[in-house]
């Protein structure tokens, strides 16, 4: 594969193509973790090459828990994607945000139980800071473009990521907004902590669909609901991607360290004892070190 910096879009539910990416071929990506989502649609959107990745499978067929989470980010690292957009459907914990609003995630709360969260759970071990989980630059960026779209677009929340694949319960519900959380949802962890040791910029571009279920004036949210407002709503993503593709500056180096993150954070010692993992990692830590 040409080795051109690439945008990569993420798409949850509701997006399983982008029809706007031209001179696009589905590709399969090999990596060291197994198998991705499936396929990875590589072309152009406007004037910039993009590598589209449906999160959950084409046919909606992985459920929040059974996602390849470190495939797929290895799989777009291997695309040479050095920014990732990951979009998603999210319920609101506040009365002040309605289904149909577009909101930037800044703060992550990790409430999932059984995913692999780090390409570094062997005999290499590396602590990368997630102080600030997603790229500014990046960010402004996707705020640029909404304004250009005329579209309103909160630019700050603290996303809390539930196991699923049910959604919450009352009690839990209003847990987390004691908790700070602005909006729930099911799938950006470890999205976003796997980005970070991959050196890609991350940002999380969430569509709003339900009031989750502590808004007794509202109908407890439903996969239906959620399906029929992100549709209702989608080409106010598309209208924001469009935008931001008419310009490909940013995919140049990061000045915010994103693209350094594994900079002294590895704190294994690399020999021959972890050699096997060292080349499992290879697409990661290649940057670093000369792998034979």
Request: net charge positive.
């Amino acid at each position: 594969m040409k080795k051109v910096s690439r945008l990569g879009i993420i798409g949850g539910s509701g997006i399983y193509n982008l029809p706007e990416i031209k001179n696009s071929d589905w590709v399969e990506i090999k990596t060291n973790f197994g198998k991705p989502s499936g396929k990875v649609l590589i072309g152009n959107l406007n004037n910039i090459p993009v590598a589209f990745l449906p999160r959950h499978g084409q046919n909606h067929q992985f459920s929040p828990s059974r996602i390849n989470y470190r495939a797929n980010i290895e799989a777009l690292k291997i695309c040479n994607v050095t920014n990732i957009i990951s979009i998603s459907a999210v319920g609101s914990l506040k009365e002040n945000l309605y289904p149909g609003t577009i909101v930037l995630s800044d703060q992550f709360i990790d409430n999932t139980k059984f995913r692999k969260n780090t390409f570094f759970d062997d005999d290499i071990v590396a602590h990368v800071p997630i102080s600030d989980p997603t790229c500014i630059n990046l960010k402004k960026e996707i705020i640029k473009a909404a304004n250009k779209s005329n579209i309103n677009i909160i630019e700050k929340s603290t996303y809390i990521c539930i196991e699923g694949p049910q959604f919450s319960t009352k009690s839990e519900s209003f847990l987390y907004k004691k908790w700070g959380a602005d909006i729930v949802g099911m799938t950006s962890m470890p999205e976003v902590k796997l980005s970070r040791e991959a050196e890609i910029c991350y940002v999380n571009l969430s569509l709003i669909t339900d009031f989750d279920c502590w808004n007794d004036k509202q109908e407890p949210v439903s996969a239906k609901i959620v399906i029929n407002n992100f549709q209702k709503n989608i080409t106010k993503i598309h209208s924001i991607l469009k935008k931001l593709s008419l310009n490909e500056d940013f995919l140049h180096e990061c000045n915010r360290g994103c693209q350094n993150s594994l900079e002294n954070s590895i704190t294994t010692k690399l020999d021959r004892s972890n050699k096997k993992n060292q080349n499992k990692l290879k697409n990661i830590i290649k940057k670093y070190y000369n792998i034979i």
